[in-house]
C-alpha cells in the first residue's frame, strides 16, 4: 500500500525553503552594508610627497638663529628609523634639519670634539593616516559567497560598487624637537620647542565623475589633472621661513667670493694722491727742460 503526501503539503513545505531562502538573501544584503573591505597596495609617489611635505613644513618652524656663528655638531641618535627603499625615512629629516642649520648662520662640524655646542633632535611621528567613505553600496561579493555555501543554485555574480559620492583623504604627520648645550660642561643653551605639522591630499568623485584634487601637496585645486583657481588658507607654507627653506639661496660666503674686488675710499684717495704728485712731479720736470732750452749759451 503506497501512502502519498498531499499537493498542499508538498507545496507548504517547499513555500516555507523559499522563505527562507529570502530572508537569508535578505540578510545578506542587510549584511553587506554593514561590511568593510581593505586593500594592500605599496607606497606611491602621493605617499611619499605626503611624508615629505611634513617633514619640510615641521623643519620650517624651528628657528635655530639663536646658534648662528656657533660651531654646531647635530647629534642623530635618536632619530633613527628602519631603513626602507619606498617610504622617507631618517636620512631625509636628518638632511633637512642640517640644511636649515646651515641657512641660519650656524657651522656644522663633523666630530663632537670640534663642536661649541652640541644639538641634539628628536623624531616624535612621521607616519601616514588615511581613510576612504563611500555614500551608497560598496562593492563586494557575499551573495556569491553565500550560494556557493548553500550549492544547488545559480551562481550570483559579484556586485560591483553603486554609490552616489566617494571621498578618499590621506594625512602624513610629523613631529620634530631640538635642544642645545654645550659640550664643555653640558650647559644648556637652547631648545626649540615641539614642531608638530601635517599634510594632506583629498580625493572626491560625485556620481563616478572626478576625481577633485585637493590637499597641500597640490598646487591648488585640479579636476581630472587641471588646477580650479581657489583661494588659498594661510598656513606655514605661504610664511617667509618656508619660502627661505625651500627657495635657493646664495649665503654671505658665497656671495663674498662672488663679489668685484672694491678698493676703499682711503686707498683710492692715495691713489689719486699719488698720482697727482706723479704729475706735479712730471710737470715741475717740463719746466726745467724748457728753461734750460731757452736760456743763452755763453761764449
Given at each position: 500500500?503506497?501512502?502519498?503526501?498531499?499537493?498542499?503539503?508538498?507545496?507548504?513545505?517547499?513555500?516555507?525553503?523559499?522563505?527562507?531562502?529570502?530572508?537569508?538573501?535578505?540578510?545578506?544584503?542587510?549584511?553587506?552594508?554593514?561590511?568593510?573591505?581593505?586593500?594592500?597596495?605599496?607606497?606611491?609617489?602621493?605617499?611619499?610627497?605626503?611624508?615629505?611635505?611634513?617633514?619640510?613644513?615641521?623643519?620650517?618652524?624651528?628657528?635655530?638663529?639663536?646658534?648662528?656663528?656657533?660651531?654646531?655638531?647635530?647629534?642623530?641618535?635618536?632619530?633613527?628609523?628602519?631603513?626602507?627603499?619606498?617610504?622617507?625615512?631618517?636620512?631625509?629629516?636628518?638632511?633637512?634639519?642640517?640644511?636649515?642649520?646651515?641657512?641660519?648662520?650656524?657651522?656644522?662640524?663633523?666630530?663632537?670634539?670640534?663642536?661649541?655646542?652640541?644639538?641634539?633632535?628628536?623624531?616624535?611621528?612621521?607616519?601616514?593616516?588615511?581613510?576612504?567613505?563611500?555614500?551608497?553600496?560598496?562593492?563586494?561579493?557575499?551573495?556569491?559567497?553565500?550560494?556557493?555555501?548553500?550549492?544547488?543554485?545559480?551562481?550570483?555574480?559579484?556586485?560591483?560598487?553603486?554609490?552616489?559620492?566617494?571621498?578618499?583623504?590621506?594625512?602624513?604627520?610629523?613631529?620634530?624637537?631640538v635642544f642645545?648645550?654645550?659640550?664643555?660642561?653640558?650647559?644648556?643653551?637652547?631648545?626649540?620647542?615641539?614642531?608638530?605639522?601635517?599634510?594632506?591630499?583629498?580625493?572626491?568623485?560625485?556620481?563616478?565623475?572626478?576625481?577633485?584634487?585637493?590637499?597641500?601637496?597640490?598646487?591648488?585645486?585640479?579636476?581630472?589633472?587641471?588646477?580650479?583657481?581657489?583661494?588659498?588658507?594661510?598656513?606655514?607654507?605661504?610664511?617667509?621661513r618656508f619660502?627661505?627653506?625651500?627657495?635657493?639661496?646664495?649665503?654671505?660666503?658665497?656671495?663674498?667670493?662672488?663679489?668685484?674686488?672694491?678698493?676703499?675710499?682711503?686707498?683710492?684717495?692715495?691713489?689719486?694722491?699719488?698720482?697727482?704728485g706723479a704729475?706735479?712731479?712730471?710737470?715741475?720736470?717740463?719746466?726745467?727742460?724748457?728753461?734750460?732750452?731757452?736760456?743763452?749759451?755763453?761764449?
Open positions: 500500500m503506497t501512502i502519498g503526501f498531499p499537493r498542499e503539503s508538498r507545496l507548504g513545505a517547499w513555500s516555507r525553503d523559499m522563505r527562507d531562502l529570502t530572508k537569508l538573501l535578505l540578510v545578506c544584503v542587510f549584511l553587506t552594508g554593514l561590511l568593510g573591505c581593505g586593500t594592500t597596495k605599496s607606497y606611491t609617489a602621493t605617499e611619499q610627497l605626503l611624508m615629505s611635505d611634513a617633514v619640510d613644513a615641521t623643519v620650517a618652524k624651528i628657528d635655530f638663529e639663536p646658534l648662528g656663528g656657533k660651531k654646531v655638531y647635530l647629534d642623530s641618535t635618536y632619530l633613527k628609523t628602519v631603513k626602507t627603499t619606498q617610504i622617507i625615512d631618517s636620512d631625509y629629516v636628518i638632511s633637512s634639519l642640517r640644511q636649515k642649520m646651515v641657512a641660519a648662520g650656524v657651522f656644522l662640524v663633523d666630530n663632537r670634539a670640534d663642536a661649541e655646542l652640541i644639538a641634539e633632535a628628536r623624531m616624535g611621528a612621521l607616519g601616514l593616516d588615511g581613510h576612504n567613505v563611500t555614500y551608497g553600496l560598496p562593492a563586494t561579493n557575499v551573495l556569491s559567497s553565500a550560494t556557493t555555501v548553500l550549492g544547488g543554485g545559480a551562481l550570483i555574480p559579484a556586485i560591483p560598487e553603486i554609490s552616489l559620492a566617494r571621498h578618499e583623504a590621506k594625512t602624513g604627520a610629523a613631529k620634530l624637537a642645545a648645550y654645550k659640550r664643555e660642561n653640558f650647559e644648556p643653551y637652547w631648545q626649540s620647542g615641539l614642531a608638530r605639522s601635517s599634510s594632506d591630499a583629498r580625493d572626491t568623485w560625485f556620481l563616478g565623475v572626478g576625481p577633485w584634487q585637493r590637499g597641500t601637496i597640490y598646487d591648488g585645486t585640479s579636476f581630472a589633472g587641471k588646477r580650479m583657481s581657489l583661494v588659498p588658507k594661510t598656513s606655514v607654507r605661504q610664511t617667509d619660502e627661505d627653506y625651500r627657495s635657493p639661496q646664495l649665503f654671505t660666503a658665497a656671495i663674498k667670493e662672488h663679489e668685484p674686488v672694491v678698493e676703499s675710499m682711503s686707498d683710492l684717495e692715495e691713489d689719486v694722491q699719488k698720482i697727482d704729475e706735479v712731479q712730471l710737470a715741475s720736470g717740463e719746466e726745467a727742460t724748457s728753461e734750460a732750452d731757452t736760456e743763452p749759451v755763453k761764449q
